[in-house]
């Protein structure tokens, strides 16, 4: 069904393209929350992504890797916008309630995230968030898979030094009252 969408798509067909874009904007969304706190940078990417794709979706060369090559474009617009704003993003303010909102699901997923460089967030949110593979995230990212393994590694690594040290605290914290 995903392949037929494509394949209209590629022929300028809107519904289409327009279903398409239904069928991953949660998975858009989730990436690009990875990126940004604020809704408004959000919209912007996922409103750019969206052109983008529509206006080049004829160079797509293979229409089962269409939603891979549909965050690829996301990611190239999030480091864009991310890059021209010259974000100083740090863990606490990524927090953003507005996807909580939206994914209460997945609060503690993103809380984690935040805790990381956000080079690193956007290979965790497609490894364990989206379930991609590192031979796929290292095509999306343009990167050596071995470069990516080692991040999910090193960000693991963070992540588990990160709640060590807040068990710690919350510890005590605990036996101190």
């Given at each position: 069904m995903?392949?037929?969408?494509?394949k209209r798509a590629m022929q300028k067909d809107a519904e289409s393209f327009?279903?398409?874009?239904?069928?991953?904007k949660q998975s858009m969304l989730k990436v690009a929350?990875?990126?940004f706190s604020n809704e408004e940078d959000v919209a912007d990417v996922m409103q750019q992504t969206a052109l983008n794709a529509y206006e080049h979706i004829g160079e797509l060369k293979k229409t089962t890797y269409f939603k891979t090559w549909l965050i690829r474009i996301l990611i190239n617009n999030c480091n864009q916008l991310y890059n021209s704003r010259k974000y100083m993003v740090t863990g606490a303010n990524t927090?953003?309630?507005k996807y909580f909102d939206f994914y209460p699901e997945d609060n503690a997923f993103f809380?984690?995230?935040s805790l990381l460089h956000k080079d690193d967030r956007v290979i965790f949110q497609l490894y364990y968030g989206e379930g991609y593979t590192t031979k796929e995230i290292s095509k999306i990212l343009e990167m050596k898979e071995s470069t990516i393994r080692s991040r999910i590694h090193r960000g693991k690594e963070q992540l588990r030094k990160q709640m060590q040290?807040?068990?710690v605290t919350f510890y005590g914290k605990e036996t101190n009252g």
């Open positions: 995903m392949e037929k969408l494509v327009i279903r398409l874009m239904e069928e991953n929350y990875g990126f927090a953003e309630e809380e984690l995230l040290r807040e068990e």
